[in-house]
C-alpha cells in the first residue's frame, strides 16, 4: 500500500522554501518579532542544552537558539526549505527525513528539548501523528521537554478543517509516556483557555 503525503506536501508540493523564509523576512524588516518560538523554549532551558527541531522548515528557530548558544539538530522532510536553512547556516547540522520514520536517523537521544513548532504535528501525514509522538518522546532525556504549537481551528491552520482535537494529542503524549506541564494560546504566554484556537503546550518525561 502507498505511503500517505504528508498535509504539508500536499499544500506546497515541496516547493515552499523561498517563499516562506521571504515572508518572515519582510515581517522582520518590518519590525515583527520573529523569534518568539526561539525565545520561547531559550526561557525553558539550561545554557548550551540540545534541542531537536522537528519539522524545522528554513531554520529559524534552530539558528536563533544556536545564536543563544543551544546545541541544534533540525530534521525536515521538505529540501526547498532545508536548502534555506543550509545556505544560513551552513555548520549546523540539517537533516532530510520523514518525521514518521525518525527512528531510521541514527539521531542519539538525550536531547534536553525536542521542538515541533509551526504546526507541525496537524501537517503530519494522515495516522501517522501517534507515531511521530512516540519518536520525539524517545528522543528525550528523563526530565526533558516537547514543545509543541499547533492551530486547533481553521483560522489557525493552512487547512479548511482541523485533523486533530487537543484530547487527540494530550493521548498520544500519554501513551508516549509523557505529562502536560504547561499550555499557553501564544508563544509569548498569554492563557489557554479550553477551546481556544492554538494551543502552546509543554510536556515532559518523566525524570525516573
Not at 508563544?187 to 525516573?208: F, I, L
Given at each position: 500500500?502507498?505511503?500517505?503525503?504528508?498535509?504539508?506536501?500536499?499544500?506546497?508540493?515541496?516547493?515552499?522554501?523561498?517563499?516562506?523564509?521571504?515572508?518572515?523576512?519582510?515581517?522582520?524588516?518590518?519590525?515583527?518579532?520573529?523569534?518568539?518560538?526561539?525565545?520561547?523554549?531559550?526561557?525553558?532551558?539550561?545554557?548550551?542544552?540540545?534541542?531537536?527541531?522537528?519539522?524545522?522548515?528554513?531554520?529559524?528557530?534552530?539558528?536563533?537558539?544556536?545564536?543563544?548558544?543551544?546545541?541544534?539538530?533540525?530534521?525536515?522532510?521538505?529540501?526547498?526549505?532545508?536548502?534555506?536553512?543550509?545556505?544560513?547556516?551552513?555548520?549546523?547540522?540539517?537533516?532530510?527525513?520523514?518525521?514518521?520514520?525518525?527512528?531510521?536517523?541514527?539521531?542519539?537521544?538525550?536531547?534536553?528539548?525536542?521542538?515541533?513548532?509551526?504546526?507541525?504535528?496537524?501537517?503530519?501525514?494522515?495516522?501517522?501523528?501517534?507515531?511521530?509522538?512516540?519518536?520525539?518522546?524517545?528522543?528525550?532525556?528523563?526530565?526533558?521537554?516537547?514543545?509543541?504549537?499547533?492551530?486547533?481551528?481553521?483560522?489557525?491552520?493552512?487547512?479548511?478543517?482541523?485533523?486533530?482535537?487537543?484530547?487527540?494529542?494530550?493521548?498520544?503524549?500519554?501513551?508516549a509516556g509523557l505529562t502536560v506541564r504547561h499550555r499557553y494560546a501564544t508563544?509569548?504566554?498569554?492563557?489557554?483557555?479550553?477551546?481556544?484556537?492554538?494551543?502552546?503546550?509543554?510536556?515532559?518525561?518523566?525524570?525516573?
Open positions: 500500500m502507498p505511503e500517505q503525503q504528508d498535509r504539508w506536501a500536499r499544500l506546497t508540493a515541496g516547493q515552499a522554501g523561498e517563499d516562506y523564509a521571504r515572508r518572515f523576512a519582510q515581517l522582520a524588516e518590518a519590525g515583527h518579532d520573529v523569534h518568539g518560538e526561539a525565545a520561547f523554549c531559550a526561557a525553558l532551558l539550561k545554557p548550551a542544552a540540545r534541542v531537536l527541531d522537528a519539522g524545522c522548515g528554513t531554520g529559524r528557530i534552530a539558528i536563533r537558539l544556536a545564536e543563544l548558544g543551544h546545541h541544534c539538530t533540525g530534521v525536515d522532510i521538505d529540501s526547498s526549505m532545508l536548502a534555506v536553512a543550509r545556505r544560513n547556516a551552513p555548520a549546523q547540522d540539517w537533516l532530510l527525513g520523514d518525521l514518521a520514520r525518525l527512528d531510521t536517523l541514527g539521531l542519539t537521544p538525550e536531547f534536553d528539548l525536542v521542538l515541533a513548532a509551526g504546526n507541525v504535528i496537524p501537517l503530519l501525514a494522515p495516522g501517522t501523528e501517534p507515531t511521530v509522538v512516540g519518536h520525539l518522546a524517545s528522543l528525550l532525556r528523563p526530565g526533558g521537554l516537547l514543545v509543541t504549537g499547533m492551530g486547533l481551528d481553521a483560522a489557525h491552520l493552512p487547512l479548511p478543517e482541523p485533523p486533530l482535537t487537543l484530547a487527540d494529542f494530550d493521548h498520544w503524549c500519554t501513551e508563544w509569548d504566554g498569554a492563557p489557554y483557555a479550553p477551546g481556544g484556537g492554538y494551543a502552546v503546550s509543554v510536556h515532559s518525561r518523566p525524570t525516573a
